[in-house]
Structures are given as C-alpha cells and as structure tokens.
DNA sequence: GTGTTTATCGTCAGGCAGACGACTATGATC
DNA sequence: GATCATAGTCGTCTGCCTGACGATAAACAC
C-alpha cells in the first residue's frame, strides 16, 4: 500500500444501497424508494445514503435500514431480535461513471425480511414501496396508474439483480429462507417462499420430507395453525443451523 | 439518496487489497508484500492500492495484479488469456479505525492464479514473496530466518481469511479450481490442488471418475504427460463449464 | 354430507457418492 | 531384465437421497 501523502489519493463519496427483499402475494419484492432530486429525479432506486465519518459500514447500512423500514438487522451470530432482518453485505459498486456527478463508491447490502405492512417513506425519498422484483428489472417498477415506464435510477438494476441471485442461491444450502418468514410459520409458508423466490413449483411431499429431516433447520414449536387454510399445519420456529448440508436442490437450473 | 451537497459527506480512500492464491508444494500459498513503511513497517501485508480517480474497481485490481505478479486477470466472461488468473472481487472493509491514520475503504479482491515463479517485488514493498496461508493466518507469514512472528498489517488476516474460505466453496460448486492448473494439466493435479485447497485426502479413483464424468468440465487434450512420476496421465484442458452440477462434494464440513 | 384445500405419511425406482478391488503403464532399484 | 514403487484408470457394490407419485388426515364452505 501506497504511502498516504495527502495527495496522492483522490477523494471518494461512499455510500451504501440496500437491495430489501420480502416475499408478498406469492412474488419476491423488493423496496423502491422514488427519488427526489436530480438526477433521475422522479426515478424509482434502491434506498441508500451516505456512510458517516466514523461509521462501519455495516453500521450504515444497518441505520439505513431502520430508517426506510424499521426493521432492526441482526448478525447472523447474534440472536435474533424480534422484528428483525437478516443483513449482509453484497458487492461493491464503483464505476467512475454511475454517478454523473462526482465519484462514489457504493457498499451495496443484501437485507432479507418477513412480510411487512407498507413501508415508511423515509428522508429523502417522496415515497416507498414493495414492489416485484420482475417488474423492477424490466421496466423500473412501473405499476401504478399514469406512471412512467423507466429504468432503475444509476446501476440498480445491476445492483437489484445481482442481490437477488445472491438470495436464490444462498437459499439452496442455508437457512436463510426464514429469514422471509415470521418468527413461526409452517412448512407450507416456508415452501411458498421457496416457490417465489425460485419462481418454481415444488412438490409439496418431498419439500417437507426434506426440510423436516435436515436436522436443526426446523423445530417444532408445538402450535398449530390454519391461517393457509386446509387441515391445520404444525408451527416451527428457525432452528440453530445456517448451513443446510445436503442443500436444497433447484429444480433445473 | 441524499443531494449531493459537498458538505454532506465526509471524503474516503478506497484501495483495492488483493488476495492472491495459489498451490506451490501441496500447500495453498497467498502473496505477501513486506510493509516497508508505518504503520506496520516490516509486517507483512496483502498487496494493494489506491484506486485511481478514473479507474474501475475491477480495472485498479487488475492493475495491482500486474503490478505485483505479472499476471493478467480475464474476466470470467472473457476468453482465458495466456498466463491470466481468476479474478474477482471478494469483500469491502471499512471499519473506521481499520487505518489509523485515516478513513480508508478497502474493496478486496480475490485472484487465483497457477503456481508462478517468484514474485517481483512491486513498487513500495520491501519484498514479496508466497507464503502457506495457514502460516500467514497464525502468525502473520513467519518463515524466514530470524523473522518476528507478527500478524499481517492493518485487518489483512480477517481479509485473507475471507478469501480462503470464499475459494474453498467455490470450488464446491464451479470449474474455478482450474484456474490454480497450467492450461493444460492431469487430473491428478486438479485433485492435488482440491487436496490442497481442502487440507483433505479424496479418493484419486473417485475423484476421476467425478470429475471426467461431469459434462464440460474438461476436455482431453490428447497427450499425456508422465511428469508426476508413476503411469501416465492425460492431459486435460478446462472445459467451457463454469458452473458445476452436482457439486464437488467436500469430505466432512 | 360432500367437495375443496392443505398437510402429512409412505412407497418405489433411479442416480450418485463412498469404499475399495483390480489392472495398467511408467521410472527406479537391484 | 526382474522387481518394486508410484500413479493412473476402470469396475463393482452398497447405501443414501431425490423425484414422482399414491394415500390418508383434518380443517372449512356449501
């Protein structure tokens, strides 16, 4: 590494962007946050903001998180707090040219979350929403009446995509896909959540053999529920493993 | 996002640092450059540097690869270049007190190279040198005659051991372990570099039979080579597979 | 009650991996 | 040149896991 004189280094911008997603209606959603000023000004985005002075940058994104919606991420390590999201850093970002301004570099965080009532438009963005993660990529989020078909504000279309292959993939070999349910749910809700994210069906059968069977994935809470309708289905809470070995096999692929 | 107003966000540096590994006796080895100034003078250290202000991330990664090795990266994507090395990027790291002299964003990168001859010393190192990753991670690269065992500079240790463990599952589930072969090589030799990777002993009839029998994965040159003693082999290119299904199955985990 | 929906248990065949035997082809050693 | 050591390659067998189902159970809507 280079001597630092002062001069020798240009100065960089560091922000981080949150790729949030939840599984609403069947479809894998991610939040859009609607931009407020130039540029892209009126574009849907990733919501995101700058890292403080003296802020890790997983603390960043951690407070940028509460800020757009509330929820309080947690280490994988850690317990898990109630209301709480799993958080993970996904890639950074730093083409000279993704910002048509000044140079920044950006931390881009991977946050995964129960389904949750409508997001709080937070600072400075003039609304939020969930929005699917489909419609996001090939056409900005167009959806609501009179709205503009347009790409992503700067790269977060990439940045969207490369979060959710992160999130179709770390699903196969750990226990991450309950990070998308609340802190009970049945092995049908769970299976749905595969079945949106993959965008697959699965077979009912053979999915709650398996995720039954691989130790320290489920345990059972006692409870039941009906809530999906049809006979009442047994509760199961996250059980202490993270690494599903064997993984969790995609249909195709 | 916020505005972009100057005195809304503090400035950084962002360096690339590069986690350069390879296989050289049996043992997986990382590039170490000797610090040759504060902090950390004489520790050793990963290569790295600042980002230029025009330059990509990926662009000043590969520029720090030449630099300290001579390799030259390829993307995945791109066709595979004479004497090139995997590269792609690993991690961001930027705990406010990682430097202490100032905030420094360091966006690491992961290259992967065959067995080279003995680095060049580039720009402000010392020296350079491949060093047994378990060495460099215990007590910071101690090997050398009348050399203080002293960790790696700044939060390298935590750096290369993200990169270790990174390329130790990606060769679960890709062709990526071909990258540490020459172009052409025996299957003895990618499974002495899994073996390697891995610390584990796999089975050589096993292991062939695997790695022939997935599609893509390579494709017999035609000669054979009896450089590693015993009957001789044949020799193997890698395939246009990247991508490995069923996976490489690691003994234990 | 009947139909619908969802949950859960079982069965069966095919594929793949681990364990390991057997044979082949080279160089080294006596 | 016979023997040995080394490494490569092909087969066999067994057990586990998965995918493709059938069948039963327990709720709700009419």
Redo the contacts with the bound molecule.
């Keep these: 590494m280079s001597p630092y004189d002062p001069s020798a280094f240009p100065p960089f911008a560091v922000t981080v962007d949150l790729v949030v997603l939840t599984v609403r209606r069947h479809a894998l959603c991610a939040l859009a946050v609607r931009r407020g000023e130039p540029p892209f000004q009126g574009r849907w985005a990733l919501p995101g903001g700058f890292v403080k002075v003296d802020e890790d940058l997983s603390a960043a994104a951690a407070r940028e998180l509460v800020e757009e919606t509330g929820l309080c991420a947690h280490d994988p390590d850690s317990p898990v707090q109630a209301n709480g999201a799993h958080l993970e850093q996904l890639a950074t970002y730093g083409d000279p040219k993704r910002d048509p301004r000044m140079r920044v570099v950006s931390v881009a965080h991977l946050a995964l979350a129960p389904d949750l009532p409508a997001p709080r438009a937070g600072g400075d963005a003039n609304s939020a929403r969930w929005a699917p993660v489909d419609a996001l990529l090939t056409h900005g989020g167009y959806g609501r009446e009179g709205e503009q078909a347009a790409p992503l504000a700067f790269d977060h279309a990439q940045i969207l995509s490369d979060g959710v292959e992160r999130a179709r993939s770390k699903i196969e070999y750990s226990s991450l896909a309950t990070a998308f349910c609340p802190p009970e749910f ?4 769970l ?1 749905r959540v595969y079945e949106a994210v993959w965008g697959v069906a699965l ?4 999915f ?3 995720v ?2 691989t130790p320290g994935f489920l345990v059972p809470t006692g409870g ?1 529920t ?1 809530r ?7 509760l199961f809470r996250a059980g202490g493993a993270t690494l599903l070995n ?4 995609r ?1 195709d692929v």
């Design positions: 049945t092995v049908g809700e299976r077979d009912p059968r053979n709650h053999r398996k039954t069977g039941t009906t999906q309708g049809g006979r009442p289905a047994q064997p993984p969790m096999l249909p």
